[in-house]
């Protein structure tokens, strides 16, 4: 692993990992020997992909949702301790740095979308935007992907649940709003802090928490329904603000909350502990042993009952912590499930038009 003393502002990732697939790698061995930088904080680069097809399919046990659509792949508000890294090595990238400056965009999304919800058989079950990477992150200000998935959504009254951290949400209200009143959107937002100076490092190129908050109170006031997502959660970092978290988001009017515990698969626990210690070095090791703790000793569980949530001692105290605070905050609200039974594919409308 590559070692890069100066902290890269605007990156949560400060080093690039070798990609596991890949036979060749670069290494920092003589750096008397470099005349320019092993590594740079190089502008953001975006690549076309065209697949052939874009719903994905899961069948994880511990996952709310089996189907789900990542318009982007990669994702430039450089979480560092995102999960999602790790799918950058299959497209032959790192999971550090090129994750947040090397972006896959999926420019024919809402046409392969309207082709799968036309074919033969095809049920209607809830599509999740962001099962991976924000469909929200920069570059959609400007190319409307995810604009022009909610548009075949709502044409096909289609059920759609999206997950973001990005106030650009704000910009599709119409559609939101046209869905919601079908009973076909949900949305969730995610905050895991409301201190902005451990934002700006854990999340550099995200909105702030208050932003975000914002979010939900218009989204709520316009009959979205919106919850709240605490999503890691960190021993040590982040997992004492969960109950000003919940309250700050039902006094804001999200509908519900849930949490999932931080583990550090893969590369991220390469990447997440070179962060660590550069960021907080007067209390990395008390975190990365308090997530450890959490995992039966290990950075990282792969479990599915446990993988989630967490194991031992803290990460019990840590849910009763949000179960506590949930029902103080929150108890009554519950949202309800999508609509299905409102689909009819294109061909299914076109023979209506002759009458019933």
């Known amino acids: 692993m590559s070692i890069h003393t100066e902290f890269i502002k605007g990156r949560g990732s400060q080093i690039n990992p070798n990609n596991k697939f890949l036979e060749k790698k670069y290494v920092q061995e003589f750096v008397e020997g470099l005349d320019e930088e092993f590594i740079k904080n190089n502008p953001t680069k975006f690549f076309k992909e065209t697949p052939k097809k874009i719903i994905s399919i899961n069948n994880s046990p511990d996952l709310s949702f089996s189907q789900s659509i990542n318009p982007y792949q990669g994702c430039e508000h450089g979480c560092i301790y995102c999960y999602a890294r790790n799918s950058h090595e299959y497209w032959g990238f790192s999971a550090g740095l090129d994750f947040e400056r090397k972006i896959i965009v999926k420019h024919n999304a809402a046409q392969l979308l309207e082709d799968a919800l036309n074919k033969k058989g095809y049920i209607a079950k809830t599509i999740v935007l962001s099962g991976n990477t924000d469909c929200y992150q920069p570059i959609e200000r ?34 939101l709003k046209e869905l919601a009143a079908k009973n076909l959107i949900s949305v969730a937002i995610t905050i895991n802090s409301l201190n902005e100076s451990l934002r700006q490092k854990m999340e550099p190129r995200t909105v702030t928490a208050k932003g975000r908050l914002n979010v939900i109170e218009k989204l709520s006031k316009e009959g979205i329904p919106v919850m709240l997502m605490c999503a890691p959660i960190i021993p040590g970092l982040n997992s004492d603000e969960m109950p000003k978290l919940i309250k700050a988001a039902a006094d804001a009017g999200a509908c519900s909350a849930s949490f999932t515990m931080v583990r550090l698969n893969g590369a991220i626990a390469d990447i997440f502990t070179d962060w660590v210690n550069k960021t907080f070095p007067d209390r990395a090791e008390k975190i990365l042993h308090g997530i450890q703790s959490s995992h039966g000793g290990h950075l990282n569980d792969s479990d599915w009952s446990r993988r989630m949530r967490g194991d031992g001692h803290l990460a019990e105290s840590i849910h009763s912590l949000f179960k506590i605070a949930k029902d103080r905050y929150m108890k009554g609200r519950t949202p309800g499930p999508l609509r299905t039974d409102l689909f009819i594919p294109k061909k299914g409308k076109q023979l209506n038009l002759f009458g019933d």
Not at 143 to 170: A, M
């Open 142 to 175: 400007k190319l409307k992907i995810t604009r022009s998935l909610l548009e075949i959504f709502n044409d096909y009254q289609h059920p759609v649940s999206i997950i973001t951290k990005n106030n650009l949400i704000l910009r599709d209200s119409d559609l």
